[in-house]
Each structure stands twice: as structure tokens, then as C-alpha cells.
């Protein structure tokens, strides 16, 4: 018990010396907490933001740090045992001491521990306590004394009296974008520009053709673009605009209000009504000859305005019927331009049908197909130009050609006739005019009305002369023609060989001949060859109202242009579950189901038109008959989706590669690791490299189940011998 | 033969207990104990010039009752270490050079027919190498998992089965392995699980010039210091139950399995390096060793007790083969030893 108060009496001295520091620190510690509060809590009051009442209270809760600081410096535990180790280290008592407190106070003190605590006893007079914990400056002393000046200076420093706070300015509101404002346009400016670019050009292409109609709407589509992108419609009117600019197109072409408009001539004039103007009139409505029919109804009202001039004289009277059926008669006779060449053809297939050689040209041109044609005609030049044509079969068909010729003769002598009586009655009435002297107001309106319209007539048929149709199939009857001059002088010349040849020439100059003869056969072909580009020029021409289509397309995708701008700008999420009912509805036909719901109803309708127009049906007829020259509107046209035609059970085929010359990746591998991809033989960059591992490995403390692994590494890359 | 060692250790014990009755009789016994390792360490001393590190840790593990691994090149005086060790002992001394071919039966021996002076034939048990004293076990790792494993087994059970019977090996036993760093190729390391048997892991390091110099005299001179026995095999015996009468105060004991633990990666004691480096910690068996080795020191030095600094000492040759390194640790080449330097560096003791 007297060893454990010796032993415990060492350790209390070397206690007090902690508690001491830890004083020390704690004071410290707080004093630098304190002094800061303190500075902050001065310069607080200083500059008015703590009134004087709070002042003082304040200050004293700044020294309650030191304060708390010294509770918590005394009330902290201290292990003794641990000072006990401390003191032993410190003067290098190997734990002595520290295991002597404990072998003290243990219940069971071997013989061994007795020892060691009589050791330990023994030596206490060696022990200084103090070395375990000299005392040191405490660590926040540093921070102390800069508070300390801090609260100095801030007891020094004369702070500005407050300034009186002014009343406080409204600060504008931020500028609230509308979201109509946002939305400006329907159509981004850079697409806009771009489409009306191409509107642009549509509109020089209708002048081109003098198509007025197609000018006058690709003009309003244009306005509609220019208007859009000044913001000045909203997306309901640009929709509604484009809507009706479409339809403009459509209802100019194919809804004629037939029955309103004989019902609206009717009570002008029964004579209106039984005049051969307006049976013609209504024959080119029904038949889809739409610019026509406009010209005539034109024509038609004209005549409607004037109708009592009309009536009052009769020779006046006659000489308008004249000139009007003149009018009426060219204008029908222009207008069927087309079917007659059509129909010349048809009537020319039949004599090209009654032989075998031509016949293949025959059917393909009663079928309308030029291209066939075409390439029936130039068969027919192979042929002549390998020399399997018999002279007999050359002579009968240049006859064919001829013929062919003379029935494309389409220089009309009826509009011809037509025109020059017209003019001859024109001055007739001149004349009578100046005769009689003067001219009422309205005879006179009707005098230049009829000179405007002879000129009219004048500027169609010398249009007529320069159409690139007309002059077409003019050229193809000449090149006809010629074709067939050129067979009889080939059939002549190889007759007078022939007669040559019986005279006693050798069998040289059978050869000799046989050569003329291809000759000769290469001098018609290309004629053939001519008028086989000219009929493929021909069916181009009859494929289309180019402008009238491309600015129907137009208007499909400003609309589309649109709504998507509007779309992607609004972000409507009706548009976005359309969408997904489409991708639905297209992953439903992708995997060969039938399609539902409202729009898979709808699909029946797209897919009907398009047979009827396009070349579908000619499939559909396993090959016996050609389908339309274009392909289908139809299928634009339907609303509704529409099932796939194509098979999806389909066989899986494997296409085999084929082996090309050049070096495969093996081989490029390979003969990288012999020739090295660098200038320097990769055997001698292995050496290298294999010497500089081998070293490495040796002297570097590479671990070793490392170096196996190393070693298989390069070994792997090794240059093959 | 037998009972009379078992005679002899009985009486050792009896002699112990009489001696340590007192105070004065337990520093006696400690002042022996100092007196007995000194002689030997200066016979040892005698043909092992330096490595007294080596020797003290050979001392410790015959003391502590455990085995030692040596790691060094070849010529550095292991074998030597051994045979001078075991003559100053006064223990039988066996060699055995392993090779891949080595058999477990070529170290442990094996029944062969024999024929009696009656001509009738019998099975007899030849006894292998490992039936000594003090075991050499040459290049450990170039013998095959198999044989290394029939070694280690008889380290642990101090016994070697044989069919069905069981042989005690003679007390003590003590081996020393030794292990060539270089030249690792073709052999087979010893698992960690094997590691962890060694009490001590011994870096036998290449001596200084000066030692050199005392080297080359003794070894090339005429006469060659002759080894006088130090101590007998009964007293190590006594020695080593002596050593496990030392008494350890808690904070040292709590300060070796601080540092155990900070050898795990996984636990709030582990230092910087141990987290970065290192895949498993020491086995409680590293503890186990620090303990034991520590007491031995204390004795040595004279002590009663066990300080901190005994287990600083111990605990990098106790731990420095059970720390398992992980691939960040391989690939750098960090060494066990630097890590358990930065733990014995940042483990701190407890503070008052």
C-alpha cells in the first residue's frame, strides 16, 4: 500500500504539471475566443449596428470564454497510468513504473511482478517527474496576442456616423416575354428563306410556260411567306392561308361547280344556252381540260357583257359568231393537241402492227408507252446494223415509216384556213367602216377586242410552232422519213450490187457488198436512233404538268414546315401522343399486325387512289398490261396509315464474302512482326528490348510472381524466325 | 531414454518454482537467465561476426519456443549461424538441403523391412533428419508444397506420424528455414498460411567492412575459434518457461495489439501506408509472437517487465512475413518492412 502512495505521489507531481498546461491552454484558447468577441461586439457598437444598452452585457459574455476555457482545464480526466508511461519515457525506465501502478493495485501479485515492483521502488529516486512534462508556451498564445491588438485598434479607429438610408427606388420590373412575342414566326427564317427561294423559282417557271395559274399561286404562297416572316400572323391564319392557297390549286384544277355554272348562264340568254360555245365549254370541263375550258369561258362572258351589240345587227352579229367559232374551233383543235398526236399514233401503230419486225413498236405506242417505242426502234437499229434484215424486210420497212410519217402530219390545215378567214373578215370590216364613217363606242370596243383576239390567235399558233412538243414530233416525222428514204436508197444501192455481182465479179465482192451493206445499215441507224430519243422526249412531255405538281409539293411542305416549327416551338403534348400512336402504329405493321384504332380505319383510302394512277396496277395484271406513266399521287394523299404489301416472313439468305487480292489482317500482323512497322528490323528492336527486361528483372526488386508474367508477356511478342 | 528426459524437464520445473518463491529468488533467476544468454551470445559470437540482431532474434525464437526464417543470399554465414548455435548448445544439429525432388519421407523418415538375428523379416522405422534438435531447412522454398507442408506440420505438432504411429520429436526442436530472395524461378514460396508458422522472420543483411575485415581473419587464419558449450538443452528448457512467467502491464500489451491492428486495412487503427499498401493484416498469432519475443527481451536485458520498446523491437521481425502486400503495394516494390516502420512511427502510445 506504501508503494502504491509512493508510486501515486510520483505520478500527482507529474499530474499537476499537465493540469498546469492544460490551464495554460485552455486560457489560452478562450482568451483568443473572447478577445475576438470582444473586438467584434466593440466594433459592433462603434458603428451603431449594438446600442449601448447592449453593450455592456455583451462584454461580459466575451469573458465567459476564458472562463468556460479554465472549467474545462480542471475538470479534464487524466490517465495516470499513461503519465506514469510517460515519466518511465522520459528517463528511460523501460515502463518500470507504469507496470509497477499496475502490478500494484493487481489482486494476484506473482512472484514475478513482485519483483518488478521492488525493482521498481528501488529506483524511484532516479525518476524526475518533471521531465515527463516540461512545461510549454501555450499553442494559441500566437492568436491572443493578435485579437488583442485587433481589439486596439478597433478601440482607436473613429467609425462614420450612419448614414440615413433614402427611400428605396422601385427598381423597374423585368421585361415579361410574352409567349405570343417569342413565337414571331411560323416558320424559322433560314427555312422560310430556303422555301421561298424555291417558291421563286416556281414562280419563273410558270412565266416560263406562261402558266398563269401556277404563277398566281406560287405568288400568293410567296406573299404568305414574305407576311409570316414579319410577324404578322398568327398560326391559325398562316395554317388557314396555306390551307386555302393549297386547295386554290386543287379546286382550279378539279372542282368545277359544273351544274352552278350552267345554271348561272342560263337566264343571260336562251341563245347561251343552245350555242355551240358552251357544249364545247362543258365537254373540256368534263374531260379534265381545265385552262382550256378558262379560256373559253372567258371568251364566253365577253361575248355576255356585249350580248345587246350582239343582238342589234345581224351582220355584226354574224361576224362575232364567225370570229368566236373560229376562236372556239382553233381553241378546241389547240387544246386536243395532244390526243391527236396520241391518236395519230394509234392509227400509225396499225400500220407498224401489220408486220412482225415493227410490231413490238406498234403495241407499245397503241399503249401510249414512248419509252417501249423507243426501245423497240432501236432493236430494230441493232438489227439493221448487224445486217439480219433481209433487203425484202428493209424495203417494207421504210414503206412502214412512211407511212408512219404522214399520219404525224400535224400541221392542221383546218386552223390554218381558220385563221386567214378570220383575218380576211376582219377587214372586211374595216373596210365596211370606213365606208359607212362612224362607229358607235361599243362597235369599236368590239373592233379592237376582236384584233386583240385575232392577235391572241396569232401569238398561240406561232406558241404552237414553238412548243418543244410540236417540234418534236415534227422532227420525229421528218427523221421517219428520212429513215425510210434512206432504207429505199439502201435497198436500191444493194439491187445494183446485186445486178453487179451477176455480171461476173468474184466472191470477193460478195464480201465487199455484205460490208456496203453494214454500211449503209450504220447510215440509217442513227436516224432510227433519233426518233427513238425524240418519242422518249415526247413521253417525258406527256408526263406532266411539271410546275402545277412541284408547286403542290410546295405547299405540302411549307404546311409540313409549319407545323412542325409550330410544333417543336409550343411543344403541344397532343402532337407528342400522335406521334407515339404513329411509331405505335408503325411498329405494328413493321412486325406484319394488322393496324387499329381510328387511323388504321382510314387506311383503305390512300391506298385505292394510288392504284388507280399509279404503276401498281400494272403489277397487280402479272405484266399483261402497262400501268400508268406516273407514279401514284394516291398514296400522298391518304390520311390513314397503311399496311405493308411486303411479305415480312421472309428467308434469311447468307451472302458469302469474297476473297479480295489485297493482304488480309493476319497477314498484316505477320508481317509486322517480321519487317517491324518502323524503318528498324523488329528483330533488332526485340533484342533491344528483350535485353533491357532481362537487365530489369535482375536488378530491380520486381516482384516474383511478376517476373513470369513478364517474361510470358515478351515472350509472346517474340519476332517469329 | 525418454522417461529420462521427461525426468529431467519435470525436475527443471520443480527447481523453477522453488527458485522463484521470492522476490530475491525470482531476480536471481532473471540475473541467471541474463547471464546464461550473454555467455551464449559471445560463444555464438565467436564464429558469427555482426548480425547480433540475428543472433538475439535466433536466441528469442529457441526461447520462445517457436521457429525462425531466414531470408538472405547465400554466403552470409546462415548455416554457419546454426552449426555454431547448435554446438553452444549442445544440441543435435541436422541439415537438410531441399530440393524439387525432395519427398516427405526423405525429411521424416520411413519403415523399411529388416531382418532380425532370426532371419525374420520386420517393418522398422528409420528416423528422417527432422528427429533432432536443431533442424536446417536449406532453401525452404525450392522443395515442393508437399514436402514444405510435412515440414511445417512437425514444426507445429512437434511430432511426426508415420502410419499409424505417432513420433514426439525431442525438446527442443528448433528450426531454422532459410530462404534465397534471389533466384525465385522453378521455386515454390511458401503460402502465407506456412509464413505465419515462422515465429520470426530474419533478414540476414551483408555484413560492413569492419566485419568483413573480422571475418576474413578467422576464416583464413590458421587456427579457428573452437565453440564451447554455453548452455545445456535442459536449461533452455527452464529458460523458456521462465520466459512465460513475465509479467506484461496492460498499456504495452494494449500497445502491441494497437499495432496489430493497424496492420489492417479495414480498421480506424490502420495508418496511411496500410490502407495504400497492404491486402491482410497480421494473424492474433503476430501478437502472440510480439508477447513472447518481448518477454524474452526483457529477460535478457535483466528486466522484470515488459516495456513498450520490447515490443517496438520484436514486432517488425514478428510481423514483417504476416502482412500481405496487394497489388498497388507489389507493383511499387514496397517492402513490408517500411510499412511497419510508418505503423511502429505513427502508433502512438496512450496519452495521459
Known amino acids: 500500500m506504501a508503494e502504491l502512495q509512493t508510486i501515486e505521489r510520483l505520478i500527482s507531481k507529474a499530474s499537476l504539471r499537465i493540469r498546469l498546461q492544460f490551464i495554460m491552454d485552455g486560457v489560452a484558447l478562450g482568451g483568443a475566443a473572447g478577445l475576438f468577441a470582444a473586438t467584434a461586439v466593440v466594433a459592433a457598437n462603434k458603428a451603431h449596428l449594438l446600442s449601448d444598452a447592449q453593450f455592456v452585457p455583451a462584454l461580459w459574455w466575451c469573458g465567459l470564454g476564458p472562463l468556460l476555457a479554465l472549467v474545462w482545464a480542471f475538470s479534464r480526466r487524466i490517465n495516470r497510468v499513461a503519465v506514469a508511461a510517460a515519466i518511465d519515457a522520459s528517463n528511460g525506465f523501460s515502463d518500470r513504473l507504469a507496470s509497477a501502478y499496475e502490478f500494484v493495485q493487481s489482486n494476484d501479485v506473482t512472484p514475478f511482478m513482485r519483483a518488478q515492483i521492488d525493482d521498481t521502488m528501488r529506483r524511484l529516486g532516479e525518476l524526475d517527474p518533471g521531465k515527463a512534462h516540461p512545461l510549454r508556451r501555450p499553442k494559441d498564445l500566437g492568436a491572443v496576442g493578435v485579437f488583442a491588438v485587433s481589439l486596439l485598434v478597433v478601440l482607436w479607429v473613429h467609425f462614420p456616423e450612419p448614414r440615413v438610408l433614402t427611400e428605396r427606388v422601385p427598381q423597374p420590373r423585368p421585361p415579361v416575354i410574352a409567349e405570343e412575342e417569342l413565337i414571331r414566326t411560323n416558320l424559322d427564317p433560314g427555312l422560310a428563306t430556303f422555301r421561298k427561294d424555291q417558291v421563286e423559282e416556281l414562280i419563273k417557271k410558270a412565266e416560263k410556260a406562261e402558266n398563269e395559274e401556277a404563277r398566281e399561286v406560287a405568288e400568293e404562297l410567296r406573299d404568305l411567306l414574305d407576311a409570316d416572316q414579319k410577324g404578322e400572323m398568327t398560326p391559325e391564319q398562316f395554317n388557314e392561308k396555306l390551307e386555302a392557297v393549297a386547295s386554290k390549286l386543287k379546286s382550279n384544277c378539279k372542282e368545277v361547280d359544273l351544274a352552278g355554272l350552267l345554271g348561272a348562264l342560263a337566264p343571260l340568254s336562251p341563245k347561251f344556252k343552245d350555242d355551240s360555245f358552251v357544249d364545247p365549254m362543258v365537254a373540256k370541263i368534263k374531260d379534265g381540260k381545265f385552262g382550256e375550258a378558262a379560256e373559253a369561258l372567258d371568251e364566253l362572258s365577253e361575248k355576255v357583257v356585249d350580248e345587246k351589240a350582239y343582238t342589234e345587227g345581224i351582220e355584226t352579229a354574224d361576224f362575232y359568231a364567225k370570229v368566236d367559232a373560229t376562236r372556239e374551233k382553233y381553241l378546241v383543235c389547240y387544246a386536243e393537241e395532244l390526243e391527236k398526236v396520241t391518236e395519230s399514233l394509234g392509227t400509225a401503230a396499225e400500220e407498224l402492227a401489220k408486220d412482225e419486225l415493227t410490231k413490238d413498236v406498234a403495241d407499245a405506242l397503241k399503249k401510249g408507252d414512248m419509252e417501249a417505242a423507243a426501245k423497240a426502234l432501236e432493236d430494230i437499229a441493232k438489227k439493221i446494223e448487224s445486217g439480219e434484215l433481209q433487203p425484202k424486210d428493209v424495203e417494207k420497212l421504210a414503206k412502214l415509216l412512211e407511212k408512219f410519217a404522214d399520219k404525224l402530219d400535224l400541221d392542221d390545215p383546218k386552223i390554218k384556213k381558220a385563221m386567214e378567214q378570220h383575218k380576211s373578215l376582219l377587214s372586211k370590216l374595216q373596210k365596211k367602216m370606213k365606208q359607212n364613217g362612224k362607229l358607235t363606242p361599243k362597235e369599236n370596243k368590239q373592233l379592237n377586242d376582236s384584233k386583240k383576239a385575232l392577235e391572241k390567235l396569232t401569238r398561240d399558233q406561232e406558241k404552237k410552232d414553238r412548243d418543244e412538243s410540236g417540234r418534236r414530233i415534227k422532227r420525229l416525222v421528218r427523221q421517219s422519213r428520212d429513215a425510210a428514204d434512206e432504207l429505199r436508197k439502201s435497198q436500191q444501192s444493194q439491187l445494183d450490187k446485186n445486178k453487179e455481182n451477176k455480171d461476173g465479179e468474184g466472191e470477193k465482192k460478195d464480201s465487199e457488198k455484205n460490208d456496203g451493206e453494214k454500211k449503209d445499215g450504220e447510215g440509217e441507224e442513227p436516224e432510227v436512233s433519233n426518233a427513238a430519243d425524240e418519242l422518249r422526249k415526247l413521253d417525258k412531255d406527256q408526263k406532266g404538268e411539271e410546275t402545277k405538281e412541284q408547286l403542290d409539293e410546295a405547299g405540302k411542305r411549307l404546311k409540313e414546315d409549319a407545323q412542325r416549327s409550330q410544333g417543336e416551338k409550343k411543344k403541344k403534348s397532343i402532337g407528342d401522343d400522335k406521334r407515339a400512336n404513329k411509331i405505335d402504329e408503325y411498329l405494328r405493321r413493321a412486325k406484319g399486325e394488322e393496324p387499329q384504332g381510328e387511323e388504321g380505319a382510314k387506311k383503305g383510302e390512300g391506298g385505292q387512289k394510288g392504284d388507280k394512277k399509279g404503276g401498281q396496277e400494272g403489277e397487280k395484271k402479272d405484266g399483261t398490261e402497262k400501268g400508268g406513266n406516273e407514279a401514284g399521287k394516291g398514296h400522298e394523299e391518304g390520311d390513314g396509315p397503311r399496311t405493308s404489301d411486303l411479305d415480312s416472313a421472309r428467308e434469311d439468305t447468307k451472302v458469302k464474302g469474297q476473297k479480295g487480292t489485297g493482304p488480309s489482317r493476319a497477314e498484316t500482323i505477320k508481317k509486322a512482326s517480321q519487317k517491324g512497322f518502323a524503318n528498324r528490323n523488329y528483330k533488332e528492336v526485340y533484342d533491344d528490348y528483350e535485353k533491357a527486361v532481362e537487365d530489369v528483372l535482375e536488378q530491380e526488386k520486381v516482384p516474383p510472381g511478376y517476373r513470369h508474367y513478364v517474361r510470358l508477356y515478351f515472350d509472346s511478342i517474340r519476332p517469329q524466325e | ?352
Open chain 2, 1 to 352: 531414454m525418454a522417461e529420462e528426459k521427461k525426468g529431467e524437464k519435470k525436475g527443471a520445473e520443480k527447481d523453477t518454482k522453488e527458485k522463484k518463491g521470492s522476490s530475491a529468488d525470482v531476480e536471481a533467476l532473471v540475473d541467471g537467465v541474463q547471464r546464461d544468454i550473454t555467455k551464449l551470445r559471445q560463444e555464438v559470437g565467436k564464429m558469427i561476426v555482426g548480425h547480433e540482431e540475428i543472433v538475439e532474434g535466433v536466441v528469442m525464437c529457441l526461447l520462445a519456443d517457436g521457429q525462425v526464417l531466414l531470408e538472405g543470399v547465400p554466403g552470409l554465414g546462415k548455416t554457419m549461424l546454426v552449426r555454431t548455435l547448435s554446438e553452444a548448445l549442445d544440441c543435435d544439429f541436422s541439415r537438410i538441403q531441399f530440393t524439387p525432388d525432395m519427398m516427405p519421407a526423405d525429411i521424416l523418415g520411413t519403415n523399411m523391412i529388416v531382418e532380425d538375428e532370426h532371419g525374420g523379416k520386420h517393418f522398422e522405422f528409420q528416423k528422417g533428419p527432422i528427429f533432432t534438435n536443431i533442424l536446417l531447412a536449406d532453401e525452404v522454398n525450392r522443395a515442393t508444397p508437399k514436402t514444405q507442408a510435412a515440414l511445417l506440420e512437425a514444426m507445429q505438432e512437434k511430432s511426426v506420424t508415420i502410419g499409424n504411429t505417432t513420433y514426439k520429436l525431442d525438446p527442443p526442436f528448433f528450426v531454422l528455414a532459410t530462404q534465397n530472395p534471389l533466384e525465385m524461378e522453378g521455386t515454390y514460396p511458401l503460402p502465407e498460411a506456412q509464413l505465419d508458422r515462422f515465429l520470426f522472420k530474419l533478414n540476414v543483411k551483408f555484413p560492413s567492412r569492419d566485419e568483413l575485415h573480422l571475418i576474413m581473419e578467422r576464416t583464413t587464419a590458421k587456427d579457428t575459434p573452437k565453440v564451447e558449450v554455453a548452455t545445456k538443452k535442459s536449461r533452455i528448457l527452464e529458460m523458456r518457461l521462465m520466459a512465460r512467467e513475465v509479467p506484461v502491464a496492460r498499456h504495452v500489451m494494449d500497445y502491441a495489439l494497437k499495432l496489430i491492428q493497424a496492420t489492417h486495412p479495414n480498421l480506424p487503427e490502420a495508418v496511411e501506408a496500410t490502407r495504400r499498401y497492404v491486402r491482410f493484416g497480421s494473424s492474433p498469432r503476430g501478437a502472440q509472437a510480439i508477447i513472447i519475443t518481448a518477454k524474452i527481451r526483457a529477460l535478457m536485458q535483466g528486466r522484470f517487465n515488459v516495456s513498450v520498446e520490447d515490443v517496438r523491437h520484436t514486432a517488425m521481425a514478428a510481423l514483417r512475413h504476416r502482412i500481405i502486400l496487394n497489388f498497388e503495394g507489389e507493383a511499387e516494390g514496397v517492402q513490408t518492412d517500411e510499412i511497419l516502420q510508418e505503423i511502429i512511427k505513427k502508433t502512438a502510445e496512450t496519452k495521459p
